[in-house]
C-alpha cells in the first residue's frame, strides 16, 4: 500500500511539474486541522510528514501557514496546543488578511488567489476549502490526511481513480499533459472494451467430451475362496487289477 501512494503522488506531481509549471522546492500551506489530524493518527509534526509524503528531503519543501490559522489554533483550547505549537515552527504566507478580519480556511483561498501563482500545495481535511480550491482556475494540489498516511487527490482536469473514466479525463488535453500523467495511447483506445458491473448469461457449452467415450466393459470380478477351507481333490475309482471274466 505504502508503495502504491508513493507512485501516485509521483504521478500527480510529474504532471503538476509537466502542465502547470510547479518545481522544487515545494511551497505547501497546512491549515489548523491538518496539523491536529497528524497528531492524532500519529503521523509525526506536520511539515515532516508532508515533506515525506512528496518525496523530498526537507529543503525541497517550504512549509507556510496563515496568521489567521495561528489565531484559530491559539483559540481552540489545550487540546490543540501542541498543533498551535507546530505552527511557529512555520513560515508565515506575506500579506493577506489580518487574525480576525477572515477566517482560517479564507485565508488559505486568499493566498493562492484566483489562479495559485504562487504554486502552493495545500494540506487540509476541510471538505468546504477543498471544494472551492477545486473551483480555481489555477491547479492547487490538495493533501489530506488518512489513517493509512498521508494522501493527494488526483488531479480534477486531467485524472481519474480508475481506468474506466481515463479516456473522458484525457479529452480536450495536449499530448504534453497526457504524456505526463502517463497514460498509453494503447489504454486509452481500450478503454471502451473494459466491461464493469455488466452481468452475462452462460451460454450453453457442447458435450461433454468425457461422455463420449465408449464405455469399457466391466470384466467379471474373481471370487477368492476363503483362505480356511482346504480344496477338495476329486477322487478316482480304482480298478480291479483282475480282470473280470466271464
Same mark, same amino acid.
Given at each position: 500500500? =505504502? ?13 503538476? =511539474?509537466?502542465? &502547470? ?11 489548523? @486541522? ?7 493518527l500519529?503521523?509525526g ?10 518525496? %523530498?528531503s526537507? =529543503? ?8 489567521c490559522?495561528?489565531?484559530e ?10 498543533? !498551535? ?16 478580519e477572515?477566517?482560517? !480556511?479564507? #485565508?488559505i483561498? /486568499?493566498a493562492?488567489?484566483? #489562479? @495559485?501563482? +504562487? ?8 471538505? /468546504?476549502? $477543498?471544494?472551492?480550491?477545486? $473551483? ?9 490526511? &488518512?489513517?493509512s498516511?498521508?494522501?493527494?487527490e ?8 480508475g481506468?474506466? %473514466? ?5 479529452q480536450g488535453l #495536449?499530448e ?5 500523467l502517463?497514460?498509453e495511447e494503447? /489504454?486509452?483506445? /481500450?478503454?471502451? =472494451?473494459?466491461?464493469? !458491473? ?5 451460454? !450453453?457449452g457442447?458435450?461433454?467430451p ?7 466393459k466391466? +470384466? ?11 480344496k ?8 480291479n #487289477? ?5
Amino acid at each position: 500500500m =505504502r508503495v502504491k501512494r508513493a507512485r501516485k503522488v509521483r504521478k500527480y506531481l510529474r504532471y503538476y =511539474r509537466s502542465a &502547470h509549471g510547479f518545481r522544487e522546492p515545494y511551497k505547501v500551506i497546512v491549515d489548523g @486541522n491538518f496539523i491536529a489530524a497528524c497528531e492524532k493518527l500519529k503521523l509525526g509534526k506536520a511539515k515532516d510528514a508532508v515533506a515525506k509524503y512528496l518525496v %523530498s528531503s526537507p =529543503r525541497d519543501v517550504k512549509v507556510f501557514t496563515t496568521r489567521c490559522v495561528q489565531d484559530e489554533l491559539r483559540n481552540m483550547g489545550p487540546e490543540y496546543k501542541g498543533a !498551535s505549537m507546530q505552527t511557529k515552527e512555520l513560515n508565515l504566507v506575506g500579506g493577506g488578511p489580518a487574525p480576525g478580519e477572515a477566517t482560517a !480556511s479564507a #485565508s488559505i483561498v /486568499d493566498a493562492c488567489g484566483v #489562479s @495559485n501563482e +504562487e504554486r502552493f500545495v495545500v494540506c487540509t481535511q476541510d471538505e /468546504d476549502l $477543498k471544494e472551492k480550491l477545486r $473551483k480555481c482556475k489555477g491547479a492547487v494540489p490538495i493533501v489530506f490526511a &488518512h489513517t493509512s498516511g498521508l494522501q493527494m487527490e488526483p488531479p480534477p482536469d486531467a485524472t481519474a481513480a480508475g481506468l474506466t %473514466s481515463q479516456k473522458e479525463q484525457v479529452q480536450g488535453l #495536449s499530448e504534453k499533459e497526457i504524456r505526463a500523467l502517463g497514460v498509453e495511447e494503447k /489504454d486509452i483506445r /481500450d478503454v471502451y =472494451r473494459v466491461k464493469t !458491473s455488466v452481468k452475462f448469461k452462460k451460454k !450453453s457449452g457442447g458435450k461433454n467430451p468425457l461422455s463420449c467415450l465408449k464405455k469399457k466393459k466391466k +470384466e467379471p470380478a474373481v471370487v477368492a475362496q476363503p483362505s480356511g477351507e482346504k480344496k477338495k481333490r476329486p477322487r478316482r475309482k480304482k480298478q480291479n #487289477s483282475e480282470g473280470a471274466t466271464n
